[in-house]
């Protein structure tokens, strides 16, 4: 898939990077909940992959690491804007475990 870099306009922070998160990412903006925040390997140019939560992260893994309606219905994947995802990372990250340590 070719994603062409998109922009948002961030009721807060104006025009930005579109980033694609799962929607418990975008509830933890709302209540300060952190939820887990994992990743796809970023790409070459993207310093901010598409990102999910730790129910999201579950969800997969029951279905052997690979996203399906199911789990993509659960995630219901928003667009939020580059700085929000920043905070969103920032704010989530304490109960983050890479993808590549959920494997241990
Ligand atoms: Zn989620
Ligand atoms: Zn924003």
New binding site residues.
């Given amino acids: 898939m070719n994603k062409t870099r998109q922009y948002v306009e961030c009721c807060e922070h104006g025009r930005q990077h579109a980033t694609y998160?799962?929607?418990?990412?975008v509830q933890s903006l709302q209540d300060d909940v952190p939820?887990?925040f994992l990743s796809a390997e970023p790409e070459a140019d993207d310093e901010r992959p598409d990102s999910?939560?730790?129910?999201?992260?579950e969800?997969v893994n029951k279905t052997g690491g690979e996203w399906n309606d199911e789990s993509d219905e659960?995630?219901?994947v928003k667009l939020i804007c580059g700085a929000c995802y920043d905070r969103a990372k920032e704010l989530n990250s304490g109960h983050t475990k890479k993808w590549w340590q959920l494997w241990k």
């Fill in positions: 998160v799962c929607q418990h990412v939820r887990g999910w939560c730790s129910a999201c992260e969800m659960f995630a219901g």
